[in-house]
């Protein structure tokens, strides 16, 4: 490192120093503008759910007939961990969960795999049961969840509509969705006294809904070059078609409405319902675009908000029950924080033992790493979140130790005499090969976290990227922005030139280091 002095050509090209600086500094403010915000890092949810419906059908039936067919098919699937099933009466429920070490780019063609698999045994299953229904995605994290509530079901839901257009239409929204929805139905109440008098069983009143209300092509008609697609009727298209639906009993002939009563109401019992502080509610939630900052979209939610609180309905309400930006304000305050009071510590310790020239040059040194560390997370497309604050924050505690090596050993130089070009590139021959090995040292310690193959080192990897970047900016902060500071900064050195270290203090260190290196095995030993 003797042949290319890095240090000496910081300092003898100043004006391309400082202008480095600044783009530095300036390139550290626009990447803590640009970074996405949120609470947690994105990781890839590895498990799918799989149900199917046989309405009617027992929880062996199910279980033999239709779960057991769609897990001997998966079984061969790749990277397959394990197949979990929840039979009841009607319902069949598979978890299919892939292994932890199963690369995230690979799981949305594992998902493909599942759904070609599983539908090549639809056609094998039991006439009348529905799906499979296919869910990976209930693992997504919402930045802000609404609640409406004030009215009946069929108008929160048409409320929550309208509102739904309008958050989908805000900067930085993605998905927004809508729960708590009870389904219309059409009831069909019938006495059964009724049906034993006129001799009609639920059975034929159920079949002939069935046959008056079909959805099926009825055929092709090709004349020359002209092709006409024939279409039967739509079915019921209201109350009064169904009430005028023809039963046959006793050889009369009857209508629905004669002998049930038929009225549209909301699905009875409910397979779902939401209450919120004790009143039936639907809620809205809403998930951001990747990158997104979760604080400017979530001013911006609270502002819509209010606008859509004015025009709702008398009794309506829409609050927040859960903001996620309020989380990450706290966790980006807490980080501000311990930064001004590692700022502190450091200007306090280093005015005390360096003086007020050297104690500014450490203190410059945090900015200005932080500012290159915050730009490598902008271009590895990473975020402000719990893991990346903390790793900034561990990091805080060794960005300044390359500078203080740097400019302290710049400092004796001065004092011994030498002139200040000489003395700053004396930090990079003698300084600058320890502090990178240190350095790269300090960072193999988080490589099982950075490398890990599994959800934990998709979820805490940062860790690894964050350290790493932060450490190896500290190093050429300290080897080329601190020299030039240091020439700037540092004091003349007062009266004649000397060694600092001649003194009686530092010939009793020097001479323990010495016996500590002539007796290494017995130091080692005890």
Request: hydrophobic residues 50%.
């Amino acid at each position: 490192m003797d042949r290319f002095n890095l240090s000496a050509f910081a300092v003898r090209n100043g004006a391309l120093t400082l202008f480095l600086m600044i783009l530095v500094l300036a390139g550290g403010s626009f990447a803590w503008l640009k970074l996405g915000r949120a609470e947690d890092p994105a990781f890839t949810l590895k498990v799918m759910v799989v149900t199917t419906q046989w309405p009617g059908a027992t929880a062996e039936e199910m279980q033999r007939l239709v779960a057991d067919p769609i897990e001997a098919r998966l079984q061969d699937l790749p990277n397959l961990d394990t197949l979990q099933t929840f039979a009841r009466p009607g319902v069949a429920t598979t978890t299919v969960t892939l292994r932890d070490t199963t690369p995230p780019r690979e799981v949305p063609g594992l998902w493909y795999q599942v759904r070609k698999k599983v539908g090549d045994v639809v056609q094998h299953l039991p006439s009348g049961v529905r799906g499979p229904f296919f869910d990976d995605e209930y693992g997504d994290v919402y930045s802000a969840i609404f609640a409406l509530t004030g009215s009946d079901n069929a108008d929160l839901i048409r409320q929550a509509e309208t509102i739904q257009g309008r958050f989908r239409r805000l900067a930085g929204v993605g998905k927004v969705t809508i729960e708590g929805e009870r389904p219309q139905r059409v009831h069909v109440e019938v006495s059964h006294v009724r049906l034993a008098t006129l001799g009609i069983t639920p059975a034929q009143i159920a079949e002939t809904l069935a046959r008056f209300n079909p959805v099926i092509p009825a055929g092709v008609v090709e004349a020359g070059a002209t092709r006409l697609y024939l279409r039967p009727g739509a079915g019921f298209d209201g109350l009064t078609a169904i009430r005028a639906l023809p039963i046959a009993a006793g050889g009369r002939n009857l209508v629905l409405a004669d002998i049930a009563t038929v009225e549209r109401g909301l699905e009875d019992p409910p397979s779902r319902a939401i209450r919120q502080d004790g009143q039936p509610a639907v809620l809205i939630a809403v998930a951001r675009q990747p990158g997104v900052d979760v604080l400017a979209m979530g001013a911006r939610l609270r502002a819509e908000v209010a606008a859509i609180s004015a025009g709702l309905p008398t009794g309506i309400r829409l609050f927040a029950i859960n903001d996620q930006s309020a989380v990450v304000a706290v966790s980006l305050a807490e980080f501000l924080q311990k930064f001004a009071a590692a700022i502190g510590v450091v200007l306090l310790i280093s005015f005390a033992s360096l003086g007020l020239g050297a104690g500014i040059v450490v203190a410059l040194a945090v900015p200005l790493t932080l500012s290159i560390a915050l730009v490598l997370m902008w271009r590895w497309g990473m975020e402000l979140d719990r893991i990346s604050l903390g790793a900034l924050i561990l990091s805080l505690g060794l960005l300044v130790d390359d500078a203080i090596i740097a400019i302290e050993a710049m400092a004796v130089k001065l004092e011994q005499g030498w002139d200040r070009v000489r003395a700053a590139g004396f930090a990079w021959t003698s300084t600058a090969g320890p502090m990178l090995t240190g350095t790269l040292v300090t960072i193999a310690g988080f490589i099982p976290v950075g490398f890990a193959a599994s959800t934990s080192g998709e979820y805490a990897g940062g860790i690894f990227w964050v350290v790493g970047g932060a450490l190896i900016a500290s190093w050429l902060v300290a080897v080329v922005f601190t020299p030039w500071l240091g020439m700037r900064l540092l004091p003349a050195p007062r009266g004649q030139a000397h060694d600092p270290y001649d003194s009686r203090l530092s010939h009793a260190l020097r001479g323990l280091v010495g016996w500590c290196l002539d007796h290494r095995a017995l130091v080692l030993g005890v």
